[in-house]
């Protein structure tokens, strides 16, 4: 039998929305005997006892906006370092993508899918900035990009 995929989903939570119904969608038709989903978020949300239901993980790391970005990459750094099992890092986020992308291929992931969600949300002009330089980080430490159309 073949070693199974295991694939890490980052999102913010795990919350009833439209990329989140999509990830379900996907895992309810592919075999999970070969795949698996598991997911790193940073609040508990209502489709985490679905997903643990199937067989899923869930962990949870403080948002980037609660413990700011040095604390952030730190705990990224020591999930990533103590859970070498996943093949694949699909993350969810806006710009925020390339502090995590960046950090995954720091710590050896292989595969780091960023899936972009982009929308103007940015509150104030130091945000803007801020996200601005983490956005030039998506490109070159993704190996694969996904934006919905």
């Known amino acids: 039998m073949a070693k ?11 919350e009833i929305g439209g990329i989140q119904s999509f ?7 592919i075999d999970q005997s070969l795949i ?3 997911f ?12 643990k239901k199937r067989g899923s993980k869930i962990y ?3 948002y980037i ?22 093949n694949i890092i699909h993350i969810h986020f806006d710009k925020f ?8 291929k720091l710590c050896g992931i292989k595969t780091i899918i960023c899936h972009s969600h982009t929308i103007s949300n940015e509150t104030n002009f130091i945000g803007k900035i801020y996200k601005n330089y983490l956005q030039h980080k998506i ?10 159309s």
């Open 97 to 104: 993508s390339g502090l995590i992308a960046e950090t995954a």
């Open 60 to 62: 949870y790391i403080p």
């Open 139 to 148: 490109v070159p430490n993704a190996t694969n990009l996904f934006a919905c």
């Open 36 to 38: 698996q989903f598991d």
């Open 40 to 51: 790193l978020v940073s609040s508990i949300g209502i489709l985490d006892d679905e997903y």
């Open 65 to 86: 906006t609660k413990v700011g970005p040095i604390k952030y990459k730190q705990n990224l750094i020591n999930f990533f370092t103590n859970h070498k099992e996943y």
């Open 4 to 14: 199974k995929i295991k694939v890490l989903h980052m999102f913010r939570e795990l």
């Open 23 to 29: 990830i379900g969608n996907v895992y309810n038709n």
